[in-house]
Nanobody, 117 residues
Framework: QVQFVESGGGLVQFGGSLRLSCAAS????????MSWYRQAPGKERELVAG????????KFADSVKGRFTISRDNDKKTVYLQMNSLKPEDTAVYYC??????????WGRGTQVTVSS
């Protein structure tokens, strides 16, 4: 059974940092590109960052370039999103999923990130 368990969200002040984790199971994680997405209230879910299966390539939405980094630990079947210099517009529920350009599996519950101004 495919499962994504996102964690690490919370309330943080403008300019602060958070590190999100996503533990995945039920598919060949080490052979899968992974991505982080987010959905703000009233908005569609958007791709934030992606990483290839071996971690050699990454990509980021323009809105987070230079502030967020994505990494992974294939032994732990976990993908991470380090978020620095957070802004109120980063407030959203963050999800991970398999795939580099689009999600290919169902969604987990996500983790809420709230940035206060």
């Amino acid at each position: 059974q495919v499962q994504f368990v996102e964690s690490g969200g919370g309330l943080v002040q403008f300019g602060g940092s958070l590190r999100l984790s996503c533990a995945a199971s039920g598919f060949p994680f080490g052979l899968s590109a992974m991505s982080w997405y987010r959905q703000a209230p009233g908005k569609e879910r958007e791709l934030v960052a992606g990483i290839t299966s071996g971690g050699g390539m990454t990509k980021f939405a323009d809105s987070v370039k230079g502030r967020f980094t994505i990494s992974r630990d294939n032994d732990k079947k976990t993908v991470y999103l380090q978020m620095n210099s957070l802004k109120p517009e980063d407030t959203a529920v963050y999800y991970c999923n398999r795939g580099y350009n689009y999600a290919t599996l169902g969604w987990g519950r996500g983790t809420q990130v709230t940035v206060s101004s």
